[in-house]
Structures are given as C-alpha cells and as structure tokens.
C-alpha cells in the first residue's frame, strides 16, 4: 500500500495564506489556527478538516485525475516548494 511520506515538519501548516482554501484556519499571520508551534503538530489532528487530509482529499476529489502515487508526487513537490 503506498503512503503519504509526511515529514511533519509543519510548513505547510505556516504558510496558509499562499492559498486561499486555507484562509477560514488562517490566524492572521499564515499559520493555521490549530498548529501547536512548540511540538510542530496539529493540535485537532484525528479530527482535522477534510482539505488537511491528502488521503481523504485524494479519494473525494483527484481519484479520477490521478493515480495516488502521481497525487502523492504532486503534493511532495509543493511540500518542497515551501519549504524554500
């Protein structure tokens, strides 16, 4: 079974305001409302938005545009975006 190899850096987490699906978690400053800076962790995670999920995101909206191996390369490739 192929898996989303996160890094749980919590970048994506910081910078919300590249993207305005994110806007309604944005605190004001890019960083989502529910990221816990000290341990770099969603503090709702077991119960974090759909758009949050890139399982659950695959399977309700790309499962038709892509297979899950192109979905997770695609979201590896905006991860390391970011991260510069």
Known sequence: MVKFNCQQCGVCCTKLNLNELYSDLDRGDGTCIYFNEKNKKCSIYEN?????????????????????????????????????
């Open 48 to 84: 974090r938005p759909i758009k949050c999920n890139i399982d659950k995101m695959y399977e309700l909206y790309f499962k038709t545009q892509y297979s899950k191996e192109d979905f997770y390369s695609l979201n590896k490739k905006a991860c390391e975006i970011l991260k510069k």
